[in-house]
Nanobody, 124 residues
């Protein structure tokens, strides 16, 4: 098993940047694909980005493509989400997650391990 803890959330003005981190403990993070999801009030949890075990492949939701960048450091057992050009509609609780699956990384159900989430608020 792996335990995940997010950090780096906060309040930022539209157009600003934030960098979220996900620290893993327990089993090596390299064993898992990593994903980032977000959930706004009254909405379902939605896929933001995923990164393969090696970090060689990344996948992004259309809403964040070109603005967000996912990365990972398996030696440090951490993952990161760099968010630029933030918009008010990016406001949500952001979660990192780990998946033992291969192939489809978009579905919430593909991830067995989740962090507690970190709040990101973008003011207009």
């Amino acid at each position: 098993q792996v335990q995940l803890v997010e950090s780096g959330g906060g309040l930022v003005q539209a157009g600003g940047s934030l960098r979220l981190s996900c620290a893993a403990s327990g089993r090596a993070l390299s064993t898992y694909a990593m994903g980032w999801f977000r959930q706004a009030p009254g909405k379902d949890r939605e896929f933001v980005t995923a990164i393969s075990r090696s970090g060689g492949r990344t996948y992004y939701a259309d809403a964040v493509k070109g603005r967000f960048t996912s990365s990972r450091d398996n030696d440090k057992n951490t993952g990161s989400l760099q968010m630029n050009s933030l918009k008010p509609e990016d406001t949500a609780v952001y979660y990192c997650a780990a998946s033992s699956s291969y192939g489809n990384y978009v579905g919430v159900h593909r991830y067995a391990y989740w962090g507690q989430g970190t709040q990101v608020t973008v003011s207009s």
